[in-house]
Antibody, heavy 122, light 109 residues
Framework: EMQLVQSGGGLAQPGGSLRLSCAASGFKFDDYAMHWVRQAPGRGPEWVSGISWDSRSIGYADAVKGRFIISRDNAKNSLYLQLNSLRADDSAFYFC???????????????WGQGTTVTVSS | QSVLTQPPSVSGAPGQRVTISCTGSSSNIGAYDVHWYQQFPGTAPKLLIYGNRNRPSGVPDRFSGSKSGTSASLAITGLQVEDEADYYCQSYSLSGSGVFGGGTKLTVL
């Protein structure tokens, strides 16, 4: 069974940092692009960032560009998101996701992590 | 405000057919495939339709998708009580980012 298990997150002060991790199992991790999506309470999902299988293609939403860093370690079957210079409007539930097809960077997200909460407050 | 536009809510009686629209532009839906997700409260979104009209294994054929130009639609036939959920369309933008619709709450009367 394909699975993504997330860790990290929690409470941070404005201007602070957090690191999210996502451990993959049940599929060949280094064949697939991976993305992060967040969802604030009562709102729809918002795409945050994506990374190709080989880390050569990386993209960020304008709202997080210059503050968040996506990375992956294929040897450890893990995806990461470093959140810096956090703001109150970064507070949300964060999901890591797997892209459905190999060789695609922009496609459907077929496996989702359980999500982790990020709360930015003083 | 979301890049892709969906109606906030739709409703239907059990057994009926409902459709949910998703409107974008030439820089997103017009350039990339559309995917649909179903979400129940407190859970992660679940992939319902990918590549405009394809169903992942396990998704009933009561769910179907279509795309024309810069718009897409999700149709649900034979509506069931357990279909009551939030539905989101998703695509990508030529600017290099993912985009989602604002979501549609389906109520089964």
């Amino acid at each position: 069974e394909m699975q993504l298990v997330q860790s990290g997150g929690g409470l941070a002060q404005p201007g602070g940092s957090l690191r999210l991790s996502c451990a993959a199992s049940g599929f060949k991790f280094d064949d697939y692009a991976m993305h992060w999506v967040r969802q604030a309470p009562g709102r729809g999902p918002e795409w945050v960032s994506g990374i190709s299988w080989d880390s050569r293609s990386i993209g960020y939403a304008d709202a997080v560009k210059g503050r968040f860093i996506i990375s992956r370690d294929n040897a450890k079957n893990s995806l990461y998101l470093q959140l810096n210079s956090l703001r109150a409007d970064d507070s949300a539930f964060y999901f890591c996701t797997k892209i459905l097809s190999t060789n695609y960077y922009y496609y459907a997200m077929d496996v989702w992590g359980q999500g982790t909460t990020v709360t930015v407050s003083s | 405000q979301s890049v892709l536009t969906q109606p906030p809510s739709v409703s239907g009686a059990p057994g009926q057919r409902v459709t949910i629209s998703c409107t974008g532009s030439s820089s997103n839906i017009g350039a990339y495939d559309v995917h649909w997700y179903q979400q129940f409260p407190g859970t992660a979104p679940k992939l319902l339709i990918y590549g405009n009209r394809n169903r992942p294994s396990g998704v009933p054929d009561r769910f179907s998708g279509s795309k024309s130009g810069t718009s897409a639609s999700l149709a649900i036939t034979g509506l069931q009580v357990e279909d009551e959920a939030d539905y989101y369309c998703q695509s990508y933008s030529l600017s290099g980012s993912g985009v989602f619709g604002g979501g549609t709450k389906l109520t089964v009367l």
